[in-house]
DNA sequence: GTCTATAGTCGGATAGAC
DNA sequence: GTCTATCCGACTATAGAC
């Protein structure tokens, strides 16, 4: 059985998911771990200090548990199927949740805010080595930047599980229209000359 | 002089971006109204019934205010044009912070869900309209579907607002990269039957 | 419609026994 | 390290005067 530091940096993941920032307290959190709601200020100072090791904590721990499936990753098509298996099963673990609404929180909190960053960076790292290898011999990767595309990326996703939350029909419409825009990609890359040459003589003109 | 109703809907916006979905209640809202925090209970009945309201009030508002910038964008690179100015814009005047909140709020509180859901399908259905229009002639129309592709972008902007409010350096790469995503949206619609083409040959092959 | 006053609950945080 | 007990402030919501 885990350690009460280990239950409370848990717990309060699981607390962030099921009652958000708002119904997120020392007392409802210590509920969730069956501990003392005290312990939560003898381990960690205050509640923002245990928010924000949970983060790192949480973050840590399941990008850790997904980086051979982005290691595995050869296409854009993959890395999109991979991205909807993380979104279905981190919406059932919690964890991605819990990050969203540390981000909600992390706007009018300074101690959050930083802590929130940690966590979006961890995931944001695995996307960016992810693209770089798919995207090596695509023309993408010479017109876009693609650590920027990996924050957008990272930042999109976080958006699309907030939306899921509230509206999961819409939701599921908008992945489904991404499926189309990485088949468009595949075809790109293999008119890569062709692409490579009418876009440059486009960004001449444009620039 | 707005009449006391008018002034806790304003304020409860306000006071969502200021102090976030967590340190947003009835009293807040009231000092930020310059309002007897007994009002809020007398003209809505609950806060949470102030802020569906709101969520709904400020939407309609915004919504209204930039339909003619909607109306008036031409191509996808006017499109992003507009996205980061209304970025800007509504970061300073904070009405889409207040959405992102009440967003984060609604993934817990079945009450404040469908709410969020009609404010975010009022600027889904702006970008749906710019966007049928913009990629009329563009195979990117035949490819994805226009409509989910709307609700995606839309929800990214959500994402990449929350993203910013914690690590606005990281956004800004974020937002750049894009720039080059439509610059090769543009150089696709230069070639049009060619993408046609090779992307209707590869979609053969793939399904 | 707006105010004061107040009941009752919940949350952050600490003191001190074990 | 963990518990009980407790202070104090903030919260939702209502009753009732004006």
Redesign the pocket.
């Not at 100072?45 to 923002?48: A, E, K, N, Q």
């Given at each position: 059985m885990a350690?009460?530091?280990t239950k409370l940096l848990e717990a309060a993941l699981v607390t962030l998911g099921k009652h958000g920032i708002a119904?997120t307290?020392?007392?409802?959190i210590a509920a969730e771990a069956g501990?003392?709601?005290?312990?939560v200020?003898?381990?960690f100072?205050?509640?923002?200090q245990l928010l924000v090791a949970a983060c790192e904590h949480g973050s840590r721990q399941r990008v850790a548990l997904y980086r051979a499936r982005f290691a595995s990753v050869t296409s854009l098509r993959e890395l999109l199927d991979l991205g909807r298996s993380l979104h279905a099963e981190e919406r059932a673990e919690g964890s991605v949740a819990a990050l969203a609404q540390l981000l909600a929180g992390g706007q009018t909190d300074p101690k959050l805010a930083p802590a929130t960053t940690v966590g979006l960076n961890l995931w944001i790292e695995e996307v960016r080595q992810a693209l770089e290898r798919v995207l090596a011999t695509s023309p993408l990767a010479e017109f876009v930047d693609v650590p920027g595309l990996a924050r957008a990326t990272a930042a999109a996703f976080v958006g699309l599980e907030l939306y899921e939350g509230v509206d999961p029909e819409g939701a599921g419409q908008a992945f489904d229209a991404l499926e189309g825009l990485v088949a468009l990609a595949g075809a790109l890359d293999e008119m890569g000359p062709l692409v490579r040459r009418a876009a440059r003589a486009r960004l001449r003109r444009h620039s």
């Open positions: 350690d009460t530091r119904g307290s020392a007392r409802t501990v003392n709601q005290a312990l200020f003898y381990h100072g205050s509640v923002d």
